[in-house]
């Protein structure tokens, strides 16, 4: 991969991946949902690019459109550099891959470093993410399939659908020992990412379930589906209800440290939908800030789960976890 300076989000494409120079804007940073669905964007880039396919106007053999939908997504940073730590002005270097998985999904990861860093324009590969992660970047994983509606009008039943023009073959191979299937597999079977036999962190008492109706100006996309940059917000505001219920202060809620969150998208739902999150976590017995939770998004009326999410945050050391006494 050639090193090169963009002033601009525009990438540039190479056989082993595409470089970007990125300005944070507002509409990048703040509330989760943004910077995710900037990270999304990347994705489809980086796809499109990559694999010769137009993945914004994607359509099947039989004319419809087709969407390259996300099934699992993770963000992994670290106290040196995390989402929330994203303000207006920042510089970024952004190196994106992508991997051959078949003709129905693909894989690609993302490395994010501060403008600067003599590393920034190395290639990426599944090694350096799984085992060789560095504390001054954040590292996303996503995995999507090439879905379309399985019944006009209805956002349930989506069904596999890729374009025709879909070019994998080139893509390098993903080795089995990288491959995000047991891991999402598991999340499915079990609801959560969370490793059971991990005895270092213990479950806290008490859970809490919000009910969150379809937000038609908000949760859904512009082609009618729930968007998935908007299961981060739901995910936020389970973390936030659970945060509260046990007198945690917004500041501090602000001021967690992000370091690693893993979603698996099981299904969509329809505008008129109502769905219920339901939060509860488990805490490091060495470190009380160090704590996993688990959202679980559900139909409330089918009890259909949509997605399943697991997010360890640590504390602020600064930052008070509880409110101060009355």
């Known amino acids: 991969m050639r090193s090169i300076t963009r002033p601009t989000a525009e990438p540039a494409a190479y056989r082993d991946g595409v470089r970007r120079a990125v300005t944070v804007r507002p509409g990048m940073c703040g509330p989760s949902s943004l910077f995710m669905g900037t990270l999304g964007d990347w994705t489809w880039e980086a796809v499109s690019d990559l694999c010769d396919t137009d993945v914004f106007s994607a359509r099947n053999a039989a004319g419809d459109p087709t969407y390259l939908a996300f099934y699992y997504f993770r963000v992994r940073g670290s106290r040196a550099f995390h989402p929330r730590m994203l303000t207006f002005g920042d510089r970024l270097d952004v190196v994106s891959g992508c991997y051959d998985h078949g003709s129905e999904s693909v894989l690609t990861l993302h490395r994010i470093s501060r403008s600067g860093d003599d590393d920034a324009g190395r290639p990426l590969d599944p090694a350096e993410f799984h085992h060789a992660s560095r504390a001054n970047c954040l590292y996303v994983e996503n995995f999507n399939r090439w879905v379309t509606r399985g019944s006009p009008g209805s956002n349930q039943g989506l069904v596999k659908s890729s374009p025709p023009g879909f070019r994998h073959e080139g893509l390098p191979a993903l080795p089995d020992r990288f491959s995000p299937r047991a891991v999402y597999q598991s999340a499915r079977t079990d609801l959560t990412f969370r490793d059971p036999a991990d005895r270092r962190y213990v479950a806290l008492p008490g859970e809490v379930t919000v009910e969150h109706p379809v937000d038609v100006v908000r949760d859904v996309n512009g082609v009618g589906l729930l968007y998935f940059a908007a299961y981060f917000s ?91 006494p009355a």
């Open 234 to 324: 739901m995910v936020d505001e389970a973390l936030l209800a659970l945060w509260r219920q046990r007198g945690g202060t917004d500041a501090a809620f602000l001021s967690r440290v992000v370091v690693d969150q893993q979603v698996c998208y099981l299904g969509n739902a329809d505008l008129n939908s109502v769905l219920t999150l339901t939060a509860l976590s488990w805490r490091h017995t060495a470190d009380s800030g160090d704590e996993i939770t688990d959202v679980l998004v559900r139909d409330r009326d089918t009890g259909r789960v949509l997605a399943v999410s697991t997010t360890r945050t640590l504390a602020t050391p600064t930052a008070p976890l509880r409110k101060d």
